[in-house]
């Protein structure tokens, strides 16, 4: 499975963006799909993560109710749609996939994107 993201950028707090995730390869295998983030001198972290099949969410609690996060089976894409933007979501974003039940952990995660970078300016 290759996963490939883009939508990082610079905007100001208060701000939108929207990530993307396409996933080729053997996308069959893929249970879970998840966004995590790192921010310089920090450990990676969980964002948001969703279902392939049923569609379920989950967040972190440091975003949720301003953070989306959706998947269109058949474009084998996910999307982070990140409102409200505040200077500490400030990081590289990556997304990730595994083949079974959603975890937070990043390491139970079987394949990784390259970041994309999220700058919030105050």
């Known amino acids: 499975v290759q996963l490939q993201a883009s939508g990082g950028g610079l905007v100001q707090a208060g701000g939108s963006l929207r990530l993307s995730c396409t996933a080729s390869g053997r996308t069959f295998s893929i249970s879970t799909m998840g966004w995590f983030r790192q921010a310089p001198g920090k450990e990676r972290e969980f964002v948001a993560a969703?279902?392939?099949?049923?569609?379920?969410?989950y967040y972190a609690d440091s975003v949720k109710g301003r953070f989306t996060i959706s998947r269109d089976n058949a474009k084998n894409t996910v999307d982070l749609q990140m409102n409200s933007l505040k200077p500490e979501d400030t990081a590289v974003y990556y997304c990730?996939?595994?083949?079974?039940?959603?975890?937070?952990?990043?390491?139970?995660?079987?394949?990784w994107g390259q970041g994309t970078l999220v700058t919030i300016s105050s």
């Open positions: 969703i279902s392939w099949s049923g569609g379920i969410a």
């Open positions: 990730a996939a595994r083949s079974g039940y959603y975890y937070s952990a990043p390491e139970k995660y079987d394949y």
